[in-house]
Structures are given as structure tokens and as C-alpha cells.
């Protein structure tokens, strides 16, 4: 059996803009009263939370500092075998050195999707890396020779309680939309397809060549919203959203729970005895 391991109230994070802003793991900062940020001078300051995305993962923190140096995200998906470096505090390091400890290693795998249900995370495309990683590292940069985040280190599977070169990084791309999203709107905004759907049951569908027992069909389109710019029409039968299969009207909230606007889906729907795949961006909504 593997242990998901994660220690809260010691972590690390990342200076993303010169006047304050940081982000780490919701896990690190999560029911905790005062958070203080301690910087590679070794100067202390307490933190306000921003906003955070407990289902991500994720936490954004200010501190009242200007002048800082930030670390840029990659663009670019990393690829499998791509050596990579992990940076953080394990154990708590930052009580003996300021200076971040690395360590090295390679993208091992990319867009694993994890449930962690109990805890109420689901972490979705994430990077598996061997480097080194701790309790400790958790909301660390993991980067690329480059220079730049490839993903915020945010777990590890181990039976031992250490490492074991089972590490796994939310991706950078995923983090740029959490962070836009609340310095946008001050929260993530609820998403929006643009698409109303009703149940179907298996008589109709097999009348129209499917033998399956229930299913859900596209009943109204919004006009320039997203599922119409996809391409998606009135009728059609959603089948599969990202690989899962929809059969009930309660599907299509479990299959999108956890992404962000900004975010593309792929949809496998049934029109006219064709099977078609639809790409749709999702937007947002206050």
C-alpha cells in the first residue's frame, strides 16, 4: 500500500512578483492563524492569504516587502526524461540554511490525475519527477535548466515516509491560471460551458443506434458561449468529457470539478450515427 505524505505548517514557496505575492500549497497554509514567511536573508514577515483553492491545492500569500526577486513560469509543457530541479526547505532545512536546498533529477511522467477525496484534493495533469523531495518541500518550485517553473512540488508517494523518487508537481500552467484568476476576481469563478443537457434513456438511444441504457443530450446552446464556439450542437450526446464516460446529468460536475477557466476539455459526442470530437475552452462566471 502507498502513504500519501504531506506535512503541514513547514513548507516552502515561491516570490512570483517583486512587491510580495507568493504562492505555495493550501496544504501548508491550511487552518493555520499566522503565517510567517521567513526569505533567503533570513528576515521574517507575516503573510495575509490572498485567496487559495483547496480542491487545487493552491494559496496565494502577500507579504508588505517590495524590491523582491521572482522566478518566471514556463510556457511549456515539460517532457518525459527532462532534467529538472527541485527546490525547497525538506525537514524543515531553513532552520539551518536560508539557502534553498536542491536536488536533481527528470520528469518521470506528465498529466497523471490523482482523487484524494478524504483530504478534498483532486489533483489533475500532474508532473512525476524522481528528484529528491521531502515533507517540507511541499509549494517549491520544481524548474527546468532554464531557469524557469515547470511546476510547484506538492506530494510524494512513499511507504517509508521519505523519499522514494515518487514525487508529483502541479503544473505551471495550471498555476498561472489560479493565480490570474484571483488576482482577477479575488476567487476562482465558477465555469461556464455555455450548454444546458437533459437525461436520455435507453429506449430513445437505441432508436438512434446506441446500446447503451442512459446517457445525456445537449437541450439549449448559448449564443457565443463556449460550447457553441466548440462546435457542440443542440442534440448532440455527450458520450465522454476528458476520457470520462457520462451517463448521468451529475457526471459532466464530477468530470469538470477541479479545472479552471482558461482550461481546454475534449468532448466525444454521438450526432447523426457519427462520433465527433469537440475541443471546448471553458470560461468563467461571478
Keep these: 500500500m502507498n502513504y500519501l505524505e504531506k506535512v503541514k505548517y513547514i513548507g516552502t514557496g515561491v516570490i512570483i512578483s517583486e ?18 514567511v521567513t526569505l533567503y536573508n533570513k528576515k521574517n514577515y507575516r503573510a495575509k492569504v490572498v485567496g487559495y483553492d483547496k480542491i487545487n491545492d493552491l494559496a496565494l500569500l502577500k ?4 524590491g523582491l526577486k521572482s522566478i518566471k513560469f514556463s510556457n511549456k509543457l515539460p517532457k518525459v526524461g527532462e532534467w529538472v530541479i527541485a527546490l525547497g526547505y ?6 539551518i540554511n536560508s539557502s534553498p536546498s536542491a536536488s536533481i533529477g527528470i520528469i518521470s511522467a506528465i498529466n497523471l490525475d490523482f482523487n484524494f477525496i478524504e483530504e478534498g484534493h483532486i489533483y489533475r495533469n500532474m508532473i ?20 524557469s517553473i515547470v511546476g510547484i512540488n506538492t506530494f510524494i508517494i512513499t511507504r517509508s515516509g521519505g523519499n522514494e523518487g515518487i514525487a ?25 460551458l455555455g450548454l444546458k443537457v437533459k437525461k436520455v434513456q435507453g429506449e430513445v438511444l437505441r432508436v438512434l443506434g446506441l446500446n447503451i441504457n442512459q446517457a445525456v443530450v445537449i437541450s439549449n446552446i448559448d449564443k457565443n458561449s463556449p460550447a457553441e464556439k466548440s462546435g457542440l450542437k443542440v442534440g448532440d450526446i455527450i458520450l465522454k468529457i476528458n476520457g470520462m464516460e457520462i451517463n448521468k446529468l451529475v457526471d459532466i460536475g464530477i468530470a469538470l470539478v477541479g479545472l479552471y477557466p482558461g482550461e ?16 471546448l475552452k471553458l470560461s468563467g462566471k461571478l
Design 19 to 36: 512587491n510580495g505575492y507568493i504562492i505555495t500549497n493550501y496544504h501548508v497554509i491550511e487552518n493555520a492563524k499566522d503565517i510567517i
Design 168 to 192: 508529483f508537481a502541479i503544473p505551471s500552467y495550471r498555476v498561472k491560471l489560479f493565480i490570474s484568476e484571483i488576482l482577477k476576481y479575488g476567487k476562482v469563478r465558477d465555469l461556464y
Design 63 to 66: 507579504i508588505n516587502v517590495k
Design 264 to 279: 481546454k476539455v475534449n468532448f466525444l459526442v454521438y450526432r447523426k450515427g457519427k462520433y465527433i470530437n469537440k475541443l
Design 90 to 95: 525538506p525537514l524543515g532545512y531553513i532552520n
Design 128 to 147: 512525476q519527477t524522481d528528484a529528491s523531495i521531502n515533507p517540507g518541500n511541499s509549494g517549491g518550485p520544481l524548474i527546468n535548466l532554464r531557469g
